[in-house]
């Protein structure tokens, strides 16, 4: 029995429940338990608040722990009773064993020795412990994720990590961090061992690794000073979209430089407290005050000028500009926005605060083609020091100058942006193994001459240096092998044109603010289309007409009666079942086939193994995806609509995407912000903007520098 048996079937039991929680008690069950404590009674605390009204589900949830760690709790008994069994007559009635030992019959008809009295001030005692540790703070290993559970403002977690008297207690001090060796746990699993975390200032990190390898948690400890930051240096993550009320969008980002606010709103009540002042007479206490107050000003006045203050509505102007939000977004209350602009909100508070250290978390995920060009380019002239965790190739080229690599529980550093990584990194593996395999060689060249010499009368001294020679030897460890993966897609039959054609369509939500407008667009089998543009221009609105998932107010769309059509879209998440398994899942859309059969397929995406049988609520994002990927493909689709199908994939797995696609001979007409992506599937890129759809004469980076100019070109 281990902690990931009891993981298991809590998620199983609460597909809901949140990662963190599973980890934490499965943690607790099996390793970090009081000998004393009633563990079951605790984990059945902890477990109410999941399930609500599903009592029936957790009675046979605790029925399943209960039997999982039936030898373990037995052992703690006897453990504990040990001491006391030298007098059979001081046990006490009330305990019983479960293996069918009934210590009430034993003891029948003698005296109990017990005090009551002692034993109901015990008992108080430890319901009082259950109580407590019931009540203990679960997230411990994301203590950013418990800020909002306990209504911790912005203001109060940033003023807690980045105190007022940081700004001038840095001057002359190194804003470089390193850390020679830090571990990092998620729960019970450790994420980093020994790690040294090595950060320059200036110096723009790219974090990359595999999905689920802890690069997430790192920035969360990173940004809660769980890792010893110098409390010199300023840190600020941005992880998850804002809170939505009636502040107005530029209002709220100036508001985020809590630094600035509280020096602001002090000068304002300095400036009052002195007007006052100002009127009374020329008594020597007034005077005193005044001069107290005017000195204090006169700090204020130099802190704001240091922070250049006065240029704060027009950097923040900027930087929601760059971020896509127009004169009248910026006016709009943060509530009107939706999720993925919220984050946009969120990114541009971060950027206008500007601190020493900052931290992100896949920001291309929630911004567009467009958004993304101006980012990378502010980005290449960030003064502080930034730690991005990204997927996006193209992004980390443009951004990076170092790579941190973190796998197998420390952290690899790489000069250079991400091609640079790539290249070193596989120079690097080649000669691991050449110097293995050379070793290997050599070992063997070693032991065969023992094996044949040892026993020669003439050759034995020489065998004996051999051995000697060979037990010197250190121990080798095999290199890494880089995983690699692999995703296919059935090929499809040829049907005769036109398969999907849109001709002076026009579509809107209401017939006097169209979002498309006379847009013609054709779709074959050797379509390979990428479409860009910025958010709210009609990318998606465009993908739905051509499914038929919307009708046109005007103009029409052509289909072949005999097409196969499918969509991944961006929010794809929703369209599965998380309460199902992947294999349950592909048997619900498509009966008929055998369990093996199902698992099979789903091997072509990388859904291999025992997570073919796990709940899809207790999937990764990329996972995910993966079983999105499959759904799709079981459709036998003539053409492929892709609305950002590379959000939650990492880097293997969009390598796998990428590849998949290229050799397959359907259309693709995909909706992407990933430049690698689209240069590597696409043919054509066309440009969604004005009411129209339209061919851009050129490549990617034409574009993106194309949105970059427009953009420093306005006012």
């Not at 730690?387 to 973190?406: E, G, K, N, P």
């Not at 691991?432 to 001459?449: C, G, I, P, S, V």
């Not at 897609?489 to 999907?500: G, H, Q, R």
Request: hydrophobic share 40%; glycine share 6%; aromatic share 6%.
């Amino acid at each position: 029995m281990s902690a990931e048996d009891i993981a298991e079937e809590v998620r199983s039991s609460f597909p809901d429940a949140e990662e963190v929680i599973i980890q934490y008690l499965s943690g607790y069950l099996v390793d970090d338990a009081g000998e004393e404590e009633d563990v079951l009674q605790i984990a059945n605390n902890i477990l109410q608040s999941l399930a609500g009204d599903r009592q029936d589900i957790l009675e046979k949830l605790m029925n399943k722990l209960g039997d999982l760690l039936e030898d373990q709790l037995n052992a703690r008994l006897k453990n504990s009773l040990r001491p006391k069994l030298q007098n059979k007559s001081q046990i006490s009635s009330t305990i019983a064993l479960s293996e069918g030992v009934d210590l009430e019959s034993i003891n029948k008809g003698k005296a109990s020795r017990v005090d009551v009295k002692k034993l109901e001030k015990q008992e108080a005692k430890l319901k009082a412990k259950i109580e407590k540790r019931s009540r203990k703070d679960l997230y411990e290993g994301s203590k950013l994720l418990d800020a909002h559970r306990k209504q911790q403002s912005y203001e109060e977690m940033f003023m807690k990590i980045n105190p007022l008297d940081a700004s001038s207690s840095s001057k002359n001090k190194s804003k470089d961090i390193h850390l020679p060796s830090i571990d990092v746990n998620f729960g019970s699993n450790r994420i980093l061992s020994g790690a040294t975390l090595t950060l320059a200032h200036g110096r723009r990190y790219g974090l990359i690794g595999r999905n689920g390898v802890g690069k997430s948690t790192l920035l969360r400890h990173i940004a809660m000073r769980e890792v010893p930051i110098p409390p010199h240096i300023t840190i600020l993550f941005v992880e998850q979209e804002i809170v939505g009320d009636d502040t107005k969008a530029i209002d709220s980002v100036l508001k985020a430089d809590v630094w600035r606010d509280h020096l602001i709103k002090e000068q304002a009540l300095l400036d009052k407290q002195l007007t006052e002042l100002d009127a009374e007479g020329d008594d020597k206490r007034f005077v005193d005050a005044r001069e107290e107050l005017s000195s204090r000003l006169a700090e204020v006045h130099a802190r704001l000028a240091d922070m250049d203050a006065e240029s704060g509505p027009a950097r923040a102007a900027a930087l929601l500009a760059g971020l896509g939000f127009d004169e009248a977004d910026q006016q709009r209350p943060t509530r009107s926005f939706s999720g993925g602009w919220r984050m946009r909100l969120a990114l541009a508070r971060a950027l206008f605060v500007k601190p020493t250290l900052l931290l992100l978390d896949e920001p291309s995920n929630h911004i567009d083609l467009n958004a993304l060009a101006w980012l990378e380019d502010y980005l290449q002239t960030w003064a502080g020091t930034l730690l991005v965790v990204s997927h996006d190739r193209a992004f980390l080229d443009a951004v990076a100058t170092d790579i941190v690599h973190q796998h197998s529980g420390r952290l690899d550093y790489y000069k250079g942006n991400f091609s640079q990584f790539y290249s070193t990194k596989s120079e690097r593996d080649r000669n691991l193994r050449k110097e293995y395999e050379t070793q290997m060689d050599y070992r063997k060249h070693l032991q065969a001459f023992i094996d044949r010499w040892r026993y020669n009368a003439n050759r034995a001294a020489q065998a004996q240096m051999k051995i000697k020679i060979l037990e010197k030897l250190p121990d080798l460890q095999p290199p890494e092998v880089e995983e690699t993966e692999q995703f296919k897609f059935p090929e499809t039959e040829k049907i005769s044109p036109p398969l999907l054609q849109m001709n002076e369509v026009t579509f809107g939500y209401s017939h006097d603010k169209p979002i498309l407008k006379n847009v013609n667009f054709d779709v074959g089998l050797d379509s390979r289309v990428a479409i860009v543009g910025a958010n709210g221009a009609g990318k998606s609105t465009l993908i739905k007409v051509l499914t038929g998932e919307l009708q046109p107010l005007g103009g029409h769309v052509t289909r072949n009666g005999r097409l196969r059509v499918g969509y991944f879209a961006q929010h794809h998440v929703d369209t599965l079942v998380p309460t199902m398994t992947p294999v349950q899942f592909l048997a619900s859309k498509f009966p008929g086939k055998s369990e093996q059969e199902y698992r099979a397929h789903l091997g072509n995406f990388q859904i291999s193994g025992m997570t073919g049988l796990q709940l899809i609520g207790t999937l990764s994002g990329g996972q995910k995806s993966r079983v999105a990927f499959a759904v799709l493909s079981l459709q036998q689709p003539h053409i492929l609509l892709l609305d950002e199908p590379t959000n939650h994939l990492d880097i293997q797995g969009l390598d796998a995407l990428m590849i998949a696609l290229q050799k397959w001979n359907g259309g693709v007409i995909v909706i992407s912000h990933d430049e690698r992506f689209i240069t590597t599937v696409a043919k054509e890129l066309w440009v969604c903007g004005d009411g129209t759809v339209s061919k851009f004469r050129g490549d990617v980076q034409s574009y993106k520098n194309l949105i970059v100019s427009k953009v420093k070109a306005k006012p």
